[in-house]
């Protein structure tokens, strides 16, 4: 059995942050690899202002190059229309059977009050371990309740960085270094993302 983890996102830009996340998940729940999964289409997010899906696979490619444990899944991207997590699941569980895979997903603690406003989540805990990681005195509320014996909640330690963040800072012509991978801010660099307003 091959225990992979599976880290979402639309990563516009990917960010150390979400490295640090994924080393430490690695290690604390011994995992055989982690995959990262950008969406084509987001379905809780406004997708006109994310950067094409090629511009952020490019991204996340170059960030994670250097650590083996580490891969780049475009399960989500050759896929038209809204990437929905059960659907992913069930495609990663088709495409990878012969590795008997069990899959932890990670989400933040911030996004597990979302949970019941996912397309069948009673579905996805059955196909996958939600790993829900973040800092110590999250308060679910009660809509999520039902859902909390199937989620394995992990505190680690975070860095206060966010995409959102880095793009306004791109935008304000301020550094980004030691926030990103040299790799990403370079290509950022040399490719003018996020210098328009709202980009």
């Known amino acids: 059995m091959r225990k992979i983890g599976l880290f ?3 990563f516009d830009p990917i ?3 979400h490295l640090i996340i994924s080393e430490y998940l690695r290690e604390e729940l011994v995992l055989d690899e ?3 999964i950008p969406a084509r289409v987001h379905a809780l997010k406004n997708n006109e202002m994310i950067s094409p899906p090629e511009v952020r696979k490019a991204m996340l490619e170059l960030a994670i190059s250097e650590n083996r444990y580490f891969k780049c899944s475009d399960v989500e991207l050759v896929k038209e229309g809204i990437s929905y997590t059960i659907e992913t699941l069930d495609s990663l569980h088709q ?3 012969s590795l008997n895979p ?3 997903f990670f989400i933040g ?3 597990v009050d979302e949970l019941p406003l996912w397309k069948k989540p009673a579905e996805i805990l059955t196909k996958c371990q939600v790993i829900a990681f973040g800092r110590p005195g999250f308060k679910p509320s009660e809509k999520v309740k039902p859902f909390l014996p199937h989620l394995q909640f992990l505190h680690i330690p975070l860095l206060e960085i966010s995409s959102t963040f880095i793009r306004l800072r791109v935008g304000q012509g301020k550094s980004i270094r030691y926030l990103v991978p040299d790799s990403v801010m370079h290509y950022i660099k040399e490719n003018q993302l996020y210098t328009r307003p709202g980009k």
């Open 102 to 104: 069990k899959f932890y």
């Open 109 to 111: 603690m911030d996004n």
């Open 95 to 97: 495409m990878y059977s």
């Open 34 to 36: 982690i995959w990262f």
């Open 15 to 17: 960010h150390n942050g």
């Open 8 to 10: 979402g996102g639309t």
